[in-house]
Structures are given as C-alpha cells and as structure tokens.
C-alpha cells in the first residue's frame, strides 16, 4: 500500500478513520463532502471512483479470478465478489456506480443526490474498515453532514483564491495516487486464489454480513437503499418519480389495494404506474436486497387482481430486491393450464 506520508490529500469530516489504511478513499470522500453543496456532478464522480477503488481492493485482497480489463459492474457482477460481499453492500455500491455514471456521462447530478451518497460510501468506509481493516464499531465515528465547502469552510475561513489553489494541489496529488496504486496493482504477482483460500474469503463475507446485521450503529438502511435502486430504475426509463414515500402523477407509492388476505382486507403495494387516466399500467412489489426477487411475485398478483378489481384494467407486474427486476405480463397467462395464451 502506497504511503499516507507521500500525499497531502484533502482533509475529510467523516473519512479520517481510512486514511492510515486506504489514503485514497479518505482523500476522495473529503472531495466529496467539500464539492457536494457547489459542485454536486464533481462531488459524485469522486464517490464513483471510492466506490471504484473499495471494489478493486476488495478483489486484490482476496485474490478473486482476475478479468481482463474489466469495467465496474463486471467487476460488481462478479460471482465470488458478490458470494463474499453483502448484497445490501453491492446495492450500496451500485448506486454509486449508477449516479456516477449520471454525473460522468450524463452532467447529471444535485446536492441532495452527493449528500445522500456521501453517505452510503461512509457506510461503504466503516463496512470496509470492519471486514477487512480490523477495525472496531468504537472505533468508527458518527456521521457528520457536511458543511458547505467541506473541512475547509468548518475549520477555517481563509482567502478564497487560496483555498482554490490549495484544492488544486491537492487534486493533483489524489491523481497521483490513484495512478501509483493502479502501478502497484498491475505489478504485483499475485497468485489467483486457491479453493481453499476462496472459501475463506466467502466464509469472511458470510460472517460480516452476519455482523452488519447484528451491530446496530453498522446496520445499513437495506429498505431505504432498495427504495433507491428502484426510484433510479424507474427515473431512467422516464418515469417521473417523488423522493422519498413521495408519489406523483405517474408513480404511486405505498398505494392502499383492496381484497388483500389480511386483517383489514387491504394491502398496500410498494410501486403503481398509472396512465393519465389514474389507471394502474404496472405494479411493483419490492423485497429485500438479500431476498431472491421471486418472492414477490405471489404479492405483486394479489396486487394486481386488487387493483384490476378496483380499477377494471390489469397491470403488467413487476417484481425485485432493487437488484434483479423481473416482468410478467399475467393477462396474457392461462392460469388453469399455467401456460401462456400467445
């Protein structure tokens, strides 16, 4: 690993704790949180390149089959990648990956979107620095929102030309280490790992998402980040979608559905597209990251049914943890022979 000495990288709020152990990550969150309020696309771009090089240490350490050239979500799809990660980590991860590539390729970004995902890679850091660092819970601080300007605008207020100057140093400085780390890297003659060793490492993954889970203060917002994922989806394939429970004119949310097998007789789907008319076209039923996107298909019917019954039009169904998205178009599905009519 490079040395921290060789670099005056970015002062951080929340990301100190990396630094003795991974300099780039500490110094491209403090980009992060000094861009977030004046340059939310600059902002996030860093965060992609954390969540960049959170992925390509976490191959390196634990030796996975090497590809060739790879791109990020290769890198992400990997299957002992994602057998020795936590899924809600690769949603997380993913989410960066999906707004940086907004910010990237698209100019595409606000200072509400950096300070949410300032966030997710603080929680990228401390799962980093439990797993793999050796770190404990005590020893990871408390989130902190970042001020406009970052650690330079809440230690001290100096001549703005100064500060410029500084942040352009200090940007040449993260390039070079980034570029030195990627030489290490590409050096290295580094063994691919042997079964044996492979199965350690998934057991290592198996055993810190047991510990996400059961250490509150690192326990991440699972149903938050799928949430998330999802708006994302339906915000890139054009639909208007509200932040938060927030529904709009095309995308219901939390939407209460009659003849439901509960109690009360009602239910409430997470997701219902609707035509101008106020008509349902789709229902979409959410489950957990960590759950296999068929669970919910039983759910997303019986939403369906109700909102046909309701509204005398079926919608398509859509079924997902927020990861793996599935469609099925039921009407044209022959329930007694379990066939398609077409």
């Known amino acids: ?38 340059d939310a696309i600059g902002a996030i771009s860093k965060l992609r390149a954390f969540c960049e090089q959170t992925v390509l240490f976490i191959h390196h350490a634990l030796k996975l089959p090497r590809l060739y050239r790879p791109n990020l979500i290769e890198l992400l799809d990997h299957s002992a990648f994602q057998s020795a990660v936590p899924t809600v980590v690769v949603s997380k991860m993913h989410a960066l990956r999906i707004e940086g590539n907004h910010a990237i390729h698209g100019n595409r970004g606000d200072t509400t979107t950096a300070l949410r995902l300032v966030k997710d890679a603080f929680d990228l850091g401390r799962w980093l620095f439990m797993t793999f660092g050796g770190g404990k819970v005590a020893d990871c601080p408390a989130f902190k929102e970042p001020p406009e300007g970052g650690v330079e605008a809440a230690e001290r207020r ?12 200090q940007e040449a400085q993260m390039q070079k280490l980034l570029g030195d780390l990627e030489a290490e890297r ?30 509150d203060p690192l326990t991440f917002n699972e149903e938050e980040t799928r949430r998330y994922l999802i708006d994302l989806m ?23 559905v009659s003849g439901q097998p509960t109690d009360s007789g009602n239910g409430y789907a997470d997701y219902v597209l609707v035509d101008d008319n106020d008509k349902p076209l789709g229902v979409i039923e959410a489950k957990k990251t960590s759950k296999n996107a068929e669970i919910g298909r039983k759910q997303a019917e019986l939403y369906a049914d109700g909102l046909e019954t ?20 039921d009407a044209a599905w022959d329930r007694a022979t379990n066939q398609s009519q077409f």
Not at 29 to 37: D, N
């Open 1 to 38: 690993m490079v040395g921290t000495n060789d670099y005056a990288l970015m002062k951080s709020i929340n990301f100190e704790f990396l630094k003795s152990r991974w300099p780039e990550l500490a110094g491209l969150g403090g980009f992060a949180e000094a861009y977030a309020h004046n």
């Open 158 to 169: 100096k001549e703005k030309r100064a500060i410029l100057d500084r942040i352009a140093a």
């Open 186 to 215: 590409t050096r290295a003659e580094q063994a691919v790992a042997s079964a044996a060793e492979l199965q350690l490492a998934l057991t290592a993954g198996q055993r810190s998402a047991a510990a996400i889970e059961a250490v």
């Open 234 to 256: 339906l915000a890139d394939a054009g639909w208007k979608v509200g932040a938060g429970l927030t529904s709009t004119h095309e995308v219901k949310k939390e939407v209460e």
């Open 310 to 329: 309701e509204h005398g039009q079926r919608p398509l169904i859509f079924y997902t943890n927020g990861y793996d998205l599935w469609i099925w178009n």
